[in-house]
């Protein structure tokens, strides 16, 4: 906190976050495979989000991406690392503070039907939030959740109040979804590819309304997501992960425009395009995404670089800062200023 | 509340509301279009046992009888009224009725195996009370005399071996012409003007109002064991999943070892330890399903437990109790519904195999099990014995059964179809 | 029928009966595909393209009730063909690629198994050097090592699954090719080589394609023409270039306005169209998609519009094109 009870502007920041998972769990297997191995999924990664901003995450998959969202807001544990929530490491709290501090951010998944519980009215999975942490103004608990309700377009909140979730439609359940996680007034919102699996048409509405709410709600988003037309029209700032590594970070507008990174370069002109005067021309990177569990030597992505050269397979590049703001982890990123 | 509609806000659709606006009962016709051809399964279903638990509530509503009551003759055939016997005794002895006949010294005889012996013994024992209560102190006890044949009776008759011969009026007819020193000496006991439904066993109580009565057993024997096992088995299984660890182990351990027991066997054992009594055999049959709740519900509980939903529900930040009881027990309770109703279903088998065994219940209790034993030996003489209780436990399980396929449906609806 | 028409679909229904009524998943649609070209079905869920797909293949369920034509190269209706004039329809005229091929390849096979059995079962005479010989060109034209041949479905990537679907239409010489949802569940980059793939095929082998996707963008990268559904009916049918540039229908000119656009410069606002798709159990009456038209009109309510053309080529399912039924309406001429 500043001198005059200002928040400090960065509210999320990770540092070297490493989430590895062991492929041989029990003991038994371990001895008879010999080694343990490890899947890679995140692999030292370090970001900060600062506050009210909409920061996304975008890679292909077993990037991490995922993992890095899920360990941010502590729905998994990190193999090592650190992050630090308004300043506070949270691993060094108590179950039942941990369970508190939840409040203070929310998860949007990305499959409606699959995050709300079939046997709960959606009233009831709205105001879930508000039961546990706010138990004893029970009696406005309606009165708020009918209110949100209607914010997010479920109008009118009296008939969706008692529905349930397979009686209204995907584009409603991901409102309901909206709903819930906005209840508590959290700072941070994860939101893991939440328009994914809304239909096309809805799906303006539905970025349109998280804007809306961002301003309302004085939110931070962080906004995983596969699909980078959609980034680039509601994030302010984007990391993009191959392989369990950042390989750049920087503003929107930048990163778009000018991408340092040849792994950024390849996936933002793979992304097609609905023109049909600008079909891609450029080449495409050869081979696929490598085994997470044994990653290529140094930078992960030089078997397919085509910029690639000795340097690159031996010595790991660091994320570092080639223009302002704007970080890339490659050895020869200056070319492309 | 704001009355205001947001931008981008979506209109309800009108025949969305006017559902909401229709009652409870035409909901239910409306419903018949959604459970599609499963709704006639459900509604026979819900009938049947239906009028079967009243049964089993009021049998007195519905026995015409007492069923521990020998109400008429032996072995009598369903519907067939008693027949009419009389006897038949020597021309030259002049007998003309049944007191004649019937003192201690006499000698009577009858075919064996025939309801004969039933009708002179009902009414030898009726005139007894009668001239008792006239104040005559006499006692009507003739000595029986069983024949294999018709034809050894009536020789016997005429040589006087017997005092008199009791038989069907039509059969002596048959064959009255080869013995003219014989006649229908007097009407022993008219034929009765009803039978019974569905006949008598070998002591005389009507099957219809035993089986009534048996519902009552079946219900009660039924319905209870499958409660306590529900009782036992549903929380054990909750928690042996959700916490996991080495809780879990122990109790699964326990619950399989008791699982793979053949159900009978292990509910003979318990109920030959436990001793005779009907809470005895309530006790002994849920034992035997408290390891198939604590399976399916473990199980089920392992499964829900991966469903988004709970992580979601965690990363709201709710506590465990209330993730168990939210989330998970909502999700479970589908499931338990249909075993409990296959559970009644199998009780009531497995209650009648006891019985039929001769464990639990005293020995003339109404109870389909324990006529099914009984009416083994008489299955070529009187087949009504065994098939009107063996067709009931079949009844009864099969609409238990019935139940739970249609809750099945009910209660899990295909969400996949829009 | 041409010679350049290699399929014609003519007045195509599929209903369903379900639990919670009768669905009409397509509503009377009628294109054509013409020889060598690719065709892009776009639309969101519930249009009816997926139907639409495993119809031409008559792979629905025996509950649906399909009625219309659909004529193969001028032949018999596909609708009224026997069993094995089916199967020799499917695989060898026609293949298809679904979403997910890690379902549709058989597990316990390995790769060249596949191929074979595809052989066997619509060439039986074809000696089995020659079949193993065809099969490894094949899979190496299709840019995958030779010694793949012998690894399981669960042994390979996403992209390559993918790309052995594209074999196991091609290796029959089939002329078309169904993609249902084909790149939906890739990566960005493997998607574009699967383009880029799918392109190169067209040219050599000058294959058919129907590509069936809710992805506008991937529409605008591969096919030629272009038909947008909505709720089981075809709202705009074109080149691409024409339903691109100058979109006639509401429906399609809101999508394209709401989808992002990598290459736009300016952060623009995107497009929120009213309202959802429909429940086809109870679609909106007249035109479908009349609840959410920022031009609705008091006829779109209540009767279907006709298809008309309005530019060569070019065909709107919209009531604002088709100024003469309306005229025609007003002075009470026609009834319908």
Redesign the interface.
């Known amino acids: 906190m500043t001198a005059f009870g200002e928040k400090p502007s960065t509210l999320v920041e990770v540092k070297d976050l490493k989430k590895w998972y062991p492929i041989h769990k029990t003991f038994l297997d371990r001895v008879l495979a010999g080694s343990q191995n490890y899947v890679r999924a995140v692999d030292g990664i370090s970001l900060s989000i600062r506050r009210g901003e909409v920061f996304g995450l975008a890679g292909e998959s077993g990037s991490g991406k995922t993992t890095t969202g899920r360990l941010i807001v502590r729905l998994e544990d990190p193999t090592s690392g650190e992050i630090l929530f308004d300043g506070r490491d949270l691993a060094t709290l108590s179950a039942e503070d941990m369970r508190k501090e939840r409040r203070r951010m929310q998860v949007i998944f990305q499959d409606p039907m699959a995050c709300l519980n079939p046997r709960m009215s959606l009233g009831q999975a709205i105001g879930h939030g508000l039961r546990i942490h706010y138990p004893a103004q029970a009696d406005s608990h309606r009165e708020q959740i009918m209110e949100i309700m209607e914010k997010v377009g479920l109008y009118p909140a009296r008939y969706f109040f008692n529905k349930f979730p397979h009686q209204i439609s995907g584009g409603q359940r991901q409102r309901v979804v909206i709903a819930r996680a906005l209840i508590t007034r959290p700072e941070l919102v994860l939101a893991d590819e939440p328009i994914a699996m809304a239909d096309v048409s809805v799906r303006a509405q539905l970025l349109a309304l998280m804007n809306d709410l961002r301003d309302e709600f004085n939110l931070t988003y962080l906004f995983i997501t596969h699909d980078l037309a959609t980034a680039k029209y509601i994030c302010d700032r984007i990391g993009i992960l191959y392989l369990g590594k950042m390989v750049e970070t920087a503003p929107i507008q930048t990163l778009y425009a000018k991408p340092l990174h040849p792994y950024t370069q390849a996936l933002l002109a793979a992304v097609p395009v609905p023109n049909p005067h600008e079909r891609r021309t450029t080449p495409l990177p050869e081979g696929e995404i490598p085994n997470p569990i044994d990653p290529p030597s140094g930078c992960r992505f030089h078997p397919r670089c085509p910029i690639a050269q000795a340097i690159c397979s031996e010595e790991e590049p660091p994320l570092r800062e080639i223009q302002k703001d704007h970080l890339a982890a490659c050895h020869f990123a200056e070319q492309f200023r | 509340?704001?009355d205001?509609?947001?931008e981008?806000?979506?209109?309800?659709?009108q025949?969305?509301?006017d559902l909401?606006q229709v009652g409870f009962v035409r909901r239910i016709f409306l419903a018949r279009?959604?459970?599609?051809g499963d709704w006639w399964f459900v509604a026979v279903s819900a009938v049947l046992l239906l009028f079967i638990i009243i049964v089993g509530i009021f049998p007195q509503w519905f026995a015409p009888h007492d069923p521990r009551a020998e109400v008429g003759p032996s072995l009598l055939a369903p519907g067939e009224p008693p027949a009419e016997y009389v006897l038949v005794a020597p021309v030259e002895s002049a007998v003309t009725g049944i007191r004649e006949v019937a003192t201690s010294s006499n000698r009577i005889g009858f075919v064996i195996g025939s309801p004969a012996s039933q009708a002179l013994r009902e009414v030898t024992d009726r005139i007894t009370e009668e001239d008792q209560a006239a104040g005559l102190d006499v006692r009507y006890q003739p000595r029986p005399v069983r024949f294999e044949l018709l034809e050894e009776g009536l020789e016997a008759t005429l040589t006087g071996d017997v005092s008199a011969f009791v038989v069907e009026p039509e059969i002596f007819e048959a064959v009255a012409s080869d013995y003219p020193e014989l006649e229908v000496a007097s009407l022993l006991r008219p034929a009765g003007d009803a039978g019974f439904v569905l006949g008598t066993n070998q002591i005389g109580q009507d099957i219809l109002s035993r089986i009534i009565w048996g519902t009552r057993i079946a219900i009660i024997v039924g319905l209870s064991s499958a409660v306590f096992a529900v009782l036992l088995g549903v929380p054990l299984g909750l928690i042996s999943g959700f916490i996991g660890g080495w809780l879990d182990r122990v109790l699964t351990l326990l619950m399989d070892s008791l699982y793979s027991f053949p159900g009978l066997i292990l509910a003979i054992s318990i109920a030959a330890v436990l001793g005779p009594g009907i809470g005895n055999i309530i006790v002994a049959i849920a034992v035997l399903y408290v390891p198939t709740y604590f399976r399916i519900v473990r199980g089920q509980t392992l499964a829900v437990k991966q469903?988004?939903?709970v992580?979601?529900?965690?990363?709201?930040?709710?506590?465990a109790w209330?993730v168990l009881w939210?989330?998970i027990f909502?999700?479970v309770i589908p499931s338990v519904v249909i075993i409990f109703s296959v559970n009644v279903a199998d009780a009531i088998l497995t209650e009648a195999g006891l019985s039929f065994l001769g464990l639990g219940l005293p020995p003339d209790t109404p109870d389909w099990g324990i006529d099914l034993a009984r009416g083994q030996d008489y299955l070529r003489r009187a087949w009504w014995l065994i098939t009107f209780p063996g067709a009931m436990v079949s009844v009864v399980t099969l609409a238990f059964s019935m139940l739970g396929e249609s809750l099945s449906e009910i209660l899990n609806?295909?969400?996949s179809?829009? | 029928m041409d010679a350049h028409t290699l399929l014609q679909v003519r007045d195509l229904h599929v209903a369903y009966r379900t639990r919670l009524g009768h669905v009409s998943a397509i509503d009377g649609i009628s294109f054509d595909v013409k020889k060598g070209e690719i065709l892009g079905l776009v639309g969101e869920s519930g249009c009816g393209k997926s139907t639409l797909g495993k119809a031409l293949l008559r792979m629905l369920p025996t509950s649906a009730r399909i009625e219309g034509e659909i004529t193969y190269e001028g032949g018999t209706n596909l609708l009224e063909l026997e069993q094995h004039a089916l199967r020799d329809f499917r695989g060898r005229r026609a293949s298809m690629m679904f979403q997910d091929p890690m379902t549709s390849l058989n597990p316990v096979q390995r790769v060249d198994e596949h191929i074979l059995e595809a052989i066997e079962v619509h060439e039986p005479e074809t000696p089995k050097e020659a079949a193993l010989e065809r099969a490894r060109t094949l899979i190496e034209r299709l840019g995958i090592q030779a010694q793949r041949l012998r690894a399981y479905p669960h042994q390979l990537s996403g992209g390559m699954r993918q790309r052995i679907m594209i074999g196991l239409g091609l290796v029959l010489n089939a002329n078309l090719i169904i993609a249902d949802e084909a790149t939906t569940s890739l990566d960005v980059i493997v998607e574009a080589k699967l383009l880029d793939q799918l392109r190169e095929v067209r040219e050599e082998f000058g294959l058919a394609m129907i590509v069936i996707t809710h992805n506008i963008a991937l529409v605008a990268e591969l096919a030629d023409r272009v038909a947008v559904m909505y709720a089981g009916r075809i709202a705009e049918l074109g080149s691409v270039y024409e339903v691109f540039d100058h979109p006639r229908h509401p429906y399609t000119q809101g999508l394209l306005k709401s989808v992002p656009n990598i290459k736009l410069d300016e952060t623009e606002e995107l497009y929120k169209m009213p309202g959802e798709p429909p429940n086809l159990t109870h679609p909106p009456s007249g035109c479908r998609f009349h609840p959410r038209c920022p031009m609705v009109m008091p006829i779109c309510k209540e009767r279907e519009p006709t298809m008309v053309e309005a530019k060569p080529g070019h065909d709107v399912h919209c009531w604002l094109f088709a100024e003469d039924a309306l005229k025609d309406q007003a002075s009470g001429k026609v009834a319908s």
């Open positions: 509340m704001s205001k509609n947001p981008g806000s979506l209109e309800v659709p025949w969305q509301l909401d279009r959604w459970y599609g469903e988004l939903y992580e979601a529900a965690r990363s709201l930040g709710a506590k209330s939210e989330y909502p999700n609806p295909r969400l179809e829009l």
